[in-house]
């Protein structure tokens, strides 16, 4: 996935902010890492069926150009 780099910049401002007592902070960063994480993962499976469509019509048409 190439949005990891989003997860682990959240995730080191959530450490940051435990260590610096900033508890609220800390749960909204928390949040905020699992909404990230369920949007770049949807991105990425969209993108996934997108792709295997393109090659499944790419098939497609090679096989009917065969006949």
């Given at each position: 996935?190439?949005?990891?780099?989003?997860?682990?910049?959240?995730?080191?401002?959530?450490?940051?902010?435990?260590?610096?007592?900033?508890?609220?902070?800390?749960?909204?960063?928390?949040?905020?890492?699992?909404?990230?994480?369920?949007?770049?993962?949807?991105k990425a499976r969209n993108?996934?069926?997108?792709?295997?469509?393109?090659?499944?019509n790419r098939d497609v048409?090679?096989?009917?150009?065969?006949m």
């Amino acid at each position: 996935m190439s949005q990891e780099w989003i997860i682990s910049v959240l995730k080191d401002l959530k450490n940051f902010a435990n260590q610096n007592q900033l508890g609220r902070l800390a749960e909204q960063l928390d949040d905020t890492i699992h909404v990230a994480v369920a949007e770049t993962t949807t991105k990425a499976r969209n993108i996934a069926a997108a792709e295997g469509d393109a090659k499944s019509n790419r098939d497609v048409s090679r096989t009917r150009g065969a006949m």
